[in-house]
């Protein structure tokens, strides 16, 4: 009943839309038509002159009127607008009526919905062109959005997020568990499997890295090399990442039980040892120092990470802690989710690119998430404590989706089996993977 | 015709140095962490006896003043036992009772409210 509502609100739109703009059309046609007949139609010089004054008059009011339905959206309003407007469309009915990762697929289907409506100029991709920023046009006057894309194209709000992600994790399960980070290197295969796929397709290499870092499925990630590498490709990136994050639990299952038997998926593993507050404390500083000085360009994504972390562990900044993972995350993730919508213009999405990009974003989960329990499963053929398989595929990122998923397929096989703790290990060493797998895409194509 | 024109050496030495550096780095950091970890982690001191000191224990329990303690980390599911033991103990340690239960009898009280030859003898007036 709720979805019928919604999809007659938005026929209703649509056709509002539609008449209105064939309406100015019209409009436009008459008046021009009306013009050249009363010129035509005049005998005498009187009447010529008395037809003069009366279409300057009515011409006045006509060439205002006209220009007036010419300054409206309505008539500048394309076929291909309306096709974006009605993608935006579904993608709010996906993330109100769905519940498809509202809080990031709201806002960017809203800001697609801003940028794509014609004459009100809130974002001018011009502006961005060749993936620098063209700062004489903004004293010009840019759009609102325009402003706020600025935090995407210099890479603040994907870090920004990354605080308030590291100010949300415990890397306890990790630190009991430090093997788990291996199934979040392996999971990093469908970033680089999907490389040589886009690469066959005819992406350039930085285009490809781009779509291969969707196999990372960590969005903020996903976006800073995005917005790095190919910034063009920016909008089809951040809603196929973002897609294809909520659908997880649809994706990963079938994978994991294929690859895996069912004496495999009931391993129960051991209990993971307590982990002290000293280690959490010094971990963030320590893995911030590693990384950073041997991948200088995965520091801005790993340092804001640790961070936040950092500020979690201490205990001595509460108030800070409580503030980037509420407020500052909040506040970034509606500038991020619109402003990355509003990249998603007519020109940019409408083609075969994002097509391809949508099809080759699946493959790179789907790889990623085979990589992960693979290596477990090879990992099981050399130790003596065996390791579930299917804590692996948590190595896709995606915290804590992914590890949520090994649980309940693991809960299939035997009800009495915990893996979610056991899963956040790889998750959140997945999140460190795909930014150090970043890094050195950066530091290889940049 | 595309596929034959990419230059597919590039395209798999970033892939192979790429996924080797992932790991590379992420091994480095398993040892890293593992290291610290032995160092910081948590660690119980468990008193250890002697089996000797143990026999001598049973019949002289104020000679065994020495304990001998060992180093070592206690798994969640020791602690776990250990949590539940004393709350157990804990939740079964009340005050002292005489463990006497008396049954008195109890006097019958009179009340105006129950009593029915009251009420009749004080008429409203």
Request: with cysteine; hydrophobic share 50%; charged share 15%.
């Amino acid at each position: 009943m709720r979805t019928k509502k919604y999809i007659f609100l938005l026929i209703a739109v649509l056709t509002v839309g539609i008449s209105f703009n064939t309406s100015a059309q019209k409009q436009v046609q008459l008046a021009a038509q009306a013009d050249t007949t009363v010129v035509a139609n005049a005998t005498t010089e009187i009447a010529i002159a008395k037809e003069n004054l009366k279409t300057e008059k009515d011409g006045t009011i006509s060439e205002s009127f006209i220009n007036f339905l010419r300054s409206t959206g309505f008539a500048l309003l394309s076929w291909k607008d309306l096709i974006m407007l009605f993608i935006a469309c579904i993608l709010l009915y996906l993330a109100i009526v769905k519940g498809f990762e509202p809080l990031l697929l709201l806002p960017i289907a809203f800001g697609m919905f801003l940028s794509n409506l014609p004459g009100a100029g809130l974002f001018t991709p011009e502006l961005f062109a060749g993936g620098h920023v063209d700062w004489g046009k903004f004293a010009n006057g840019a759009g609102l959005l325009d402003y706020l894309y600025l935090g995407v194209k210099l890479g603040i709000y994907p870090c920004l997020i990354f605080v308030g992600v590291g100010a949300m994790t415990d890397f306890g399960p990790m630190l009991a568990n430090p093997k788990s980070l291996l199934l979040g290197a392996a999971a990093q295969l469908g970033i680089f499997a999907t490389y040589l796929g886009a690469i066959g397709l005819g992406f350039l290499p930085n285009e490809a890295a781009s779509i291969g870092i969707i196999g990372g499925a960590d969005g903020p990630t996903a976006i800073f090399l995005t917005s790095k590498l190919a910034p063009d490709l920016l909008g089809p990136i951040a809603v196929a990442a973002y897609s294809y994050m909520a659908l997880v639990p649809v994706i990963q299952p079938p994978i994991m039980r294929l690859l895996t038997t069912k004496k495999e998926r009931g391993i129960k593993m051991k209990q993971l040892r307590m982990v002290s507050t000293k280690e959490k404390i010094i971990f963030p500083v320590l893995v911030t120092g590693f990384i950073s000085l041997l991948l200088p360009p995965a520091a801005p994504l790993i340092g804001s990470l640790m961070l936040g972390n950092l500020m979690r562990e201490c205990g001595v900044v509460e108030r800070l802690s409580k503030t980037v993972q509420n407020e500052l995350m909040n506040i970034t993730t509606i500038f991020l989710g619109i402003t990355v919508g509003a990249t998603a213009t007519a020109s940019a999405f409408l083609n075969v690119k994002t097509l391809e990009i949508l099809a080759i974003g699946i493959v790179a989960f789907s790889v990623g998430t085979a990589g992960g329990v693979l290596l477990a499963k090879f990992m099981n053929l050399f130790t003596k404590i065996k390791i579930n398989p299917l804590i692996g595929s948590a190595g896709v990122s995606a915290v804590p989706m992914a590890a949520r998923v090994s649980q309940v397929v693991g809960q299939e096989t035997d009800n009495s089996n915990f893996l979610l703790m056991h899963a956040m290990g790889p998750n959140v060493a997945g999140v460190i993977g795909s930014a150090v797998a970043a890094g050195i895409m950066l530091t290889m194509l940049s | 015709m595309y596929i034959l024109a990419t230059n597919w050496s590039s395209a798999f030495d970033v892939v192979i140095f790429g996924f080797v550096m992932v790991f590379v780095i992420l091994i480095l950091l398993v040892l890293i962490i593992s290291g610290f970890g032995k160092m910081l982690a948590p660690t119980v001191r468990v008193p250890k006896t002697p089996k000797k000191a143990n026999e001598q224990n049973n019949n002289f329990p104020e000679e065994n003043n020495e304990i001998e303690y060992i180093e070592g980390h206690l798994s969640a599911d020791y602690s776990a036992a250990i949590a539940m033991a004393l709350h157990l103990y804990y939740s079964d340690v009340h005050d002292e009772e005489s463990h006497i239960i008396t049954i008195k009898t109890v006097e019958r009280r009179y009340s105006p409210w129950s009593s029915k030859i009251y009420g009749l003898n004080n008429l409203v007036k």
